[in-house]
Nanobody, 126 residues
Framework: QVQLVESGGGLVQAGGSLRLSCAASGLTFSNSAMGWFRQAPGKTREFVGAISWNGGNTYYADSVKGRFTISRDNAKNTVYLRMNSLKPEDTAVYYC???????????????????WGQGTQVTVSS
C-alpha cells in the first residue's frame, strides 16, 4: 500500500520561506519520479514542480521558478519542496504525488500521477 505523507506547511509572512517534506512508503521510491502540486480554494489543482527518479532533473511551473526548489533523499524515501520568497498567491494546499509507471520525464498534469498525499496547508499573509 503506497502512502505519501506531507508535512511542513504553516502560516508565513510574504517574503518568508518554508520547506515541505513528503515521506513515501510502499513503493520503490528510488525508481519513482515525484511531483508537487497545489490547490487553492475555488481553483483546480496545478503543477508546482517535479523531480526525476534520481534527482538529476527538476521541472518547475513558471510561477515558482527561481523561488522553489525540489530535492530528494532516496535513502530516506523523502522528497522536499523548499519555498522561498513566498507570496500570498502561493497560498494553497500542497500535495506530493507519484506515478504508477516509471517515467523518464515527470508529468505536469495531475492525471499523470496515481498516488497522492493528504496535503499540507500553506498560508502566506501579506
Amino acid at each position: 500500500q503506497v502512502q505519501l505523507v506531507e508535512s511542513g506547511g504553516g502560516l508565513v509572512q510574504a517574503g518568508g520561506s518554508l520547506r515541505l517534506s513528503c515521506a513515501a512508503s510502499g513503493l520503490t521510491f528510488s525508481n519513482s519520479a515525484m511531483g508537487w502540486f497545489r490547490q487553492a480554494p475555488g481553483k483546480t489543482r496545478e503543477f508546482v514542480g517535479a523531480i526525476s527518479w534520481n534527482g538529476g532533473n527538476t521541472y518547475y511551473a513558471d510561477s515558482v521558478k527561481g523561488r522553489f526548489t525540489i530535492s530528494r533523499d532516496n535513502a530516506k524515501n523523502t522528497v522536499y519542496l523548499r519555498m522561498n520568497s513566498l507570496k500570498p498567491e502561493d497560498t494553497a494546499v500542497y500535495y506530493c504525488a507519484a506515478p504508477l509507471a516509471r517515467t523518464v520525464v515527470p508529468g505536469r498534469r495531475p492525471t499523470e500521477y496515481d498516488y497522492w498525499g493528504q496535503g499540507t496547508q500553506v498560508t502566506v499573509s501579506s
